[in-house]
Nanobody
Framework: QMQLVESGGGLVQAGDSLRLSCVAS????????MAWFRQAPGKKREFLAT????????DYADSVKGRFTISRDNAKNAVYLRMNSLKPEDTAIYYC????????????WGQGTQVTVSS
């Protein structure tokens, strides 16, 4: 089982930027696609972005396209989410997840990091 640890969340004002980090314990990190999700209280989990094993391909949800950027550093077993122009509606717990290359089964999850955006 892969262990994932998110960090970088916090309290910011609308319009600010924030970078989230996720570090994995898996030594074969490059064998996994990575993704970011978020969940606000009382709402379903929302997909945000995904990145393939090499970092050459990324995909984004329409709600964050143009504002958020996903990246990875396989040498550091890390995936990042740069968030710009934050809005109060971005307030949620942010999670990273991993799936074995070739699947869309997000079986490995971190504990999440809280992002709160004030107006």
């Amino acid at each position: 089982q892969m262990q994932l640890v998110e960090s970088g969340g916090g309290l910011v004002q609308a319009g600010d930027s924030l970078r989230l980090s996720c570090v994995a314990s898996e030594r074969t990190f490059s064998g996994y696609a990575m993704a970011w999700f978020r969940q606000a209280p009382g709402k379903k989990r929302e997909f945000l972005a995904t990145i393939n094993w090499s970092g050459a391909r990324t995909d984004y949800a329409d709600s964050v396209k143009g504002r958020f950027t996903i990246s990875r550093d396989n040498a550091k077993n890390a995936v990042y989410l740069r968030m710009n122009s934050l809005k109060p509606e971005d307030t949620a717990i942010y999670y990273c997840a991993a799936a074995v290359v070739g699947t869309r089964d997000w079986d490995n999850w971190g504990q999440g990091t809280q992002v709160t955006v004030s107006s």
